[in-house]
């Protein structure tokens, strides 16, 4: 580029650097405009509602229940969120079909699937996403509440199964744990960066995507919330002594090791940096 003479650009070069350097990353370290977004669909973690806010909320957002293309207005209120494939319903947008055709539309991804298919089956994507920055959205739920609703959703009563057991592991085991596989802890080296976010919390995860994905131009309520477990009694939820609260949720920790991972959760968010092997550090936002 020719230089011009005698004219001191210095200032206008300074004006011009500042916010382009200011603009490439957000507080958390996490790349503008080239972060891919993966939502894991962790079993009662309100995942289904979560999907369904996020299409709803953003463009590209291709889930396995909910996609922001296609959208209707408004949903049944008796809302089921059936997974595409199944009975004829957006076969297109089933998860075969995605791998198939590729993700290449898609700025965000949830899905309901075990820890493997993300590592094999998304994440390479014909090498489309190759040089983005790959984010994993966690939800983390307390153990205890998170255990007590996956036995309400088996249809166990844990106040009868841990009155007649000999271990706290074999009551867990008797209650039973939904859809396991769908963390490891191996799956993190993946991943650039790890979100993890209090379940409920939508509103502080949102307020992260809102810097990364394109929002809707005119927001779609969402009135109903889909519904997959039924009411909880906590009549049906009373340990023991000798399997009291603290010593189950040590036990849930020694089984799935997404309950000790979500122990660097600080407060509703907590942004990871993923190093070599998968080693992980909280990254502090700048201010």
């Not at 595409?84 to 319903?89: D, K, P, Y």
């Not at 991943?191 to 949102?206: C, E, I």
């Amino acid at each position: 580029r020719r230089r011009r003479k005698k004219k001191d650009t210095s200032v206008a070069e300074r004006c011009q650097n500042t916010p382009n350097s200011a603009s490439e990353y957000d507080k958390y370290g996490i790349q503008l405009n080239n972060s891919w977004f993966h939502h894991i669909h962790i079993a009662k973690t309100a995942g289904s509602t979560m999907n369904k806010r996020l299409a709803r909320r953003y463009y590209g957002v291709c889930g396995n229940k909910y996609t922001s293309c296609i959208e209707p207005l408004e949903h049944q209120r008796d809302d089921h969120a059936p997974e595409f494939g199944r009975n004829s319903w957006h076969p297109e947008w089933s998860f075969a079909s995605m791998v198939s055709k590729g993700f290449h539309d898609c700025t965000l991804v949830s899905h309901e699937r075990n820890w493997d298919a993300w590592v094999e089956d998304v994440l390479p994507d014909h090498k489309f996403h190759a040089n983005a920055t790959k984010v994993m959205l966690l939800p983390c739920r307390n153990p205890l509440e998170h255990f007590f609703s996956q036995c309400n959703y088996n249809k166990r009563n844990a106040t009868k199964i841990f009155a007649n057991v000999t271990s706290c592991e074999e009551g867990i085991n008797k209650c039973g744990l939904v859809e396991q596989g769908r963390f490891n802890r191996k799956m993190i080296q993946s991943w650039d960066k790890v979100v993890l976010f209090k379940y409920s919390a939508f509103d502080s995860l949102f307020s992260l995507l809102d810097n990364h994905i394109p929002s809707r131009k005119f927001l779609l309520d969402s009135k109903f919330d889909p519904s997959t477990n039924a009411d909880r009694k906590p009549e049906n939820e009373k340990l023991t002594e000798t399997c009291s609260k603290e010593i189950v949720v040590q036990a849930l920790k020694k089984k799935w090791s997404y309950y000790s991972f979500c122990d660097k959760l600080r407060g509703n968010l907590t942004v990871l940096d993923v190093g070599m092997n998968g080693e992980v550090t909280v990254v502090e936002p700048v201010t």
